[in-house]
């Protein structure tokens, strides 16, 4: 009887412990924490037990507590390298759900219409999470095949997602190629009228168009002046040609010997279209370039209301810019 007894006691320790302990270490497991930082990067090979010792304090019968849970349940161990994002406050489950998932943190950027490679280039190799650049912008339009020595006007301004470590001619590619399928729609159902013979110098023209105005509905007829004025073999006489083709000796102001000086960009010198795209163009201009408004406009100038009076003739033209001027006076 006494023996029975003794078993019956043992049993009910037994039961007691494990009980405490499957508490305990549902407590720990699922105990919220305050998580810092809130980007972890989880490196190969790295162990989820030591993973979790490096993002919360957590005390010496805590450490145990994980370590035998993992060995109890050794798929909850199996995390994926990467950079995740942390919710401030979780438990340990959580956190051991996310490095599993798999599902790693996508940086993003934003490359913006009008802005020129140079632009691009700096924010790209200083954005969060891009790892330093291996090769130059030069060996990465090479890599792309492209016989352009600059990638000017032959990206697509978009928003672009990445993750950790990523080389920022992976970036570039993607833009390229956007852009590329986007060029060749245009192209396809393009005007018939266009005096243009490639679509690489509708991104030309389309660099001109998102230069001169940041309202879409105006880009068809800011096109339209453009195409009017190739037809008529009118010089193009766009500011921003005269601006590019200074580079970095540009410093806020054009002045007459500016509008005089013989760059390949300056299209009060030069006839036509520019070599190259002066900016990235976006989708709106390239789409107004390839459908310019029909119009008997030849001029235009800034109405100083955030858009432009548009002219027939030289004399109509006139009278707009001294009414611009007046407004400044």
Request: proline share 6%; hydrophobic share 40%; net charge positive.
């Amino acid at each position: 009887m006494k023996l029975k007894i003794s078993f019956a006691c043992i049993a009910i320790i037994v039961i007691a412990i494990l009980t405490g302990s499957y508490h305990y270490l549902n407590t720990v497991w699922l105990q919220p924490r305050t998580i810092k930082p809130s980007l972890y990067t989880l490196r190969l090979g790295s162990r989820l037990d030591n993973t979790l010792s490096q993002l919360v304090p957590l005390s010496k019968p805590e450490q145990f507590a994980i370590r035998f849970y993992l060995r109890l349940h050794p798929e909850q161990a199996m995390v994926k390298a990467g950079t995740y994002k942390l919710p401030s406050n979780s438990n340990l489950n959580e956190i051991a759900a996310i490095f599993r998932s798999g599902k790693v943190y996508q940086y993003r950027i934003t490359l913006v219409e009008g802005e020129t490679f140079n632009q691009w280039w700096n924010q790209l190799v200083s954005a969060p999470g891009m790892a330093h650049s291996t090769q130059t912008p030069e060996q990465i339009a090479h890599s792309l095949g492209l016989t352009e020595n600059q990638f000017e006007g032959l990206l697509l301004p978009e928003t672009y997602y990445y993750t950790h470590d990523s080389q920022p001619a992976q970036v570039l590619s993607r833009a390229y190629q956007a852009m590329q399928k986007v060029v060749e729609k245009n192209w396809q159902s393009r005007a018939a009228s266009l005096p243009l013979k490639t679509s690489y110098q509708l991104l030309i023209l389309a660099s001109l168009i998102e230069k001169e105005t940041a309202i879409n509905s105006e880009m068809p007829i800011i096109a339209s002046v453009f195409i009017n004025r190739l037809n008529h073999h009118m010089r193009l006489q766009t500011d921003p040609t005269v601006i590019y083709g200074l580079g970095n000796r540009y410093n806020g102001d054009i002045t007459r010997a500016d509008l005089k000086e013989k760059t390949p960009y300056n299209t009060y010198i030069i006839q036509g279209l520019p070599p190259t795209p002066i900016a990235m163009p976006g989708k709106a201009a390239i789409e107004a370039a390839a459908h310019p408004a029909n119009t008997d406009y030849f001029y235009f100038v800034a109405n100083g209301q955030g858009g432009h009076h548009f002219s027939k003739s030289l004399n109509e033209h006139h009278k707009a810019v001294r009414k611009y001027i007046l407004q400044h006076e």
